[in-house]
């Protein structure tokens, strides 16, 4: 269980002010919205009600962590003040708290809907609000609003609204998606531009934000893990860990030997599976379509070995609170001993099409750079961050299955730039098989499911656990009030803060960069959304 | 009158595909009229070319569009049966494939794509959460089902549907094309909208 230390909204820019500047807590880990509802008689006194939020920071040079929450009684027009002048991520973060439960950050310069259409009523995830009956299927087009507003601060203390514009009139705007085949899914921005030089990008979410979190607090625990593999189904694996382990955490299971090895294995397999899709589909976007079949003649491979084991190829299901879902299959081991010297060996015909291409080379290279303390500021985890200088893997920060007992290099590169990721990506899948290797000949025996009662009822608190993903940390914080349903269950996002970074990487390069950088950032659109 | 088009798919009989009998009671209803021979046979010709060479819209929201380019990968080789041409631009295709959850945001958008395409058209709505929402129908934010927005022609389930099933629900889409009365029903000019 985490403690989380209470502010008073006053003082909260303070606190978080000496955070950051005295404890040198630099990455905003989590920014999370919560509605802990109206005072009620009988309350504890400790007891936080009113709707609020759940600060989450680590520091990137001591590894500190800090959780920080502060809440409003207001419901009517909730107002909490602003950190995304501190941290740059939180900037999306409040937005998106803003659209889910209408709390208003006073100076934030960008007070607009993120997921919902501008015409949304109400704020969906109170637990108050009736989304579905105030707003039916609306068929008409969205109108795009090229102003919003902001909550300016006074010195006497009033508040007063300023509409601050996004595109003036003047200025050439494209928009590109959500129908748009490099944007990898239905993304959309809003592109500025100067001639070819793009000047701004407006990013515009939630076509296919599902409202996963919402759901899950009417979902059993076991129901609950459906939902994880759909959110990045290219981390299905390592999505559905962090989820189990956050719940055992909680439950305080113990799982056995083999179940830690069976999951590291199948991390590590779902890690190269995204990895090679990645580079199929960044190549897809350049414009070398041989590389694409490269990539998905690989990544089948790995396909079949999920497939006799868990049954399906995409959405798997395999992990479960305490265990797997079915032990693995007799073939497992030696399908995977094949496929390790086979990758391997294989892998140098990806460098030889692509890497070295010249066209590949002129087009990555010095192209989209994003700065380490741009990184760690908008907490652009994974293999975007690892690229800029920060090494962030949570296999190495925060060990959890059996990461702490084998043998692998962080691959950090300092470049920055776009093929700095892009051979991030492609090390990191020797980084991988090398992993595995350690792993496949040592699976101990033992029981692959620890027996967990049929009705989970998770302790009372708050818990947070997160794993690396394929493209960054993933983590789920976990409220519960003790019932069989979670109180509040908040996925980190990987690909919300490579969506935020576009902005700031993408001024000043060339519009036909701006596939480039997508691409090597490696977002998946429905986990931004969730 | 005695059903007398029986759509041929290459090395598949027709009595393995399931579901004939709507098939049939399709072709019932197109023939009532009955048929000039002349243009029957141009029909069939038409048709022949048409069901080879559907291309489909490249479009995905979420998991099924993985599976999608799985099919046009090098082991599932969509080109073999004439879906390869996967166009980027509404108005180059031939079909829309919904592959993944239509959200109530999405939904304008797709209705949109789906009218700039160029008549004929059809629609595959690929996957549990097109067809009827799937594991998010509970959502306050998902369409539960695509059908409700657009006239669908072939349903695909699964979550994501294997790409055998791909091939499957595209077949009996071809097989729908190949007993249509191009110059009767297909090519008619799309009426004007009333005023």
Known sequence: M???????????????LRLRNEKKMDFLENLIGMDWGTPAEGDAPEMTRGLGVVYRLESTETHEHAAVKTSTLDREHPQLPTVSDIWKI??????????????????????????????????????????????????E???????????ELNPDGTIKNVENVIFDDREYVINIGPQHPSTHGVLRYRVSLEGETIKKIDPILGYIHRGIEKMNESLTYPQTLALTDRLDYLSAQQNRHALCMCIEKAMGIEVSERVQYIRTIMDELQRIDSHLLYYACLTMDLGALTAFFYGFRDREKILDIFEETCGGRLIINYNTIGGVQADIHPNFVKRVKEFIPYMSGIIHEYHDIFTGNIIAQNRMKGVGILSREDAI??????????????????????????????????????????????MVRMDEIMESLKIIEQL????????????????????????????????????????????????????RSTGLPLVAIMDTVCRGAKIADLITVGGTVDYVVPDIDR | MEVKKKPKIKDIPYDEFIDNDSLEKLVKELNTGGANVAIGVLDDVINWGRSNSLWPLTFGTSCCAIEFMALGAARYDMARFGFEVARSSPRQADMIMVCGTITNRMAPVLKRLYDQMADPKYVIAVGGCTISGGPFVNSYHVVKGVDKILPVDVYIPGCPPRPEAFYYGMMQLQRKVKIENFFGTVNKKEKKPEE
């Open chain 1, 141 to 151: 087009n969205e109108e795009t609003i090229d102003t919003t507003t902001e909550l």
């Open chain 1, 377 to 422: 500021s908008f907490g652009a985890t994974g293999g975007s961050g690892r690229a800029s200088g920060w090494a962030c893997d949570v296999r190495k920060r925060i060990p959890y299955a059996m990461y702490d007992k084998v043998d692998f290099k962080e691959i950090v590169r300092t470049e920055g730039d776009s093929f700095a990721r892009y």
């Open chain 1, 2 to 16: 985490e403690e989380i230390k209470y502010i008073e909204p006053s003082q909260l820019r303070d606190e978080m």
């Open chain 1, 90 to 139: 939180a900037n999306i973060y409040e937005r998106e708290v803003y659209d889910f439960y209408g709390i208003e950050f006073i100076n934030h310069p960008d007070m607009r809907r993120i997921y919902l259409r501008n015409d949304w009523v109400g704020f969906p995830f109170r637990k108050d609000d009736e989304p579905e009956k105030e707003n039916p299927l609306n068929m």
């Open chain 1, 440 to 491: 496949i000949d040592n699976i101990p025996e033992g029981p692959y499911q620890t027996k967990t009662k049929p009705i989970i009822k998770v302790p009372e608190g708050s818990y947070y656990s997160a794993v690396e993903a394929s493209r960054g940390e993933f983590g789920v914080f976990l409220e519960s009030h003790g019932d069989k349903y979670p109180y509040r269950l908040h996925y």
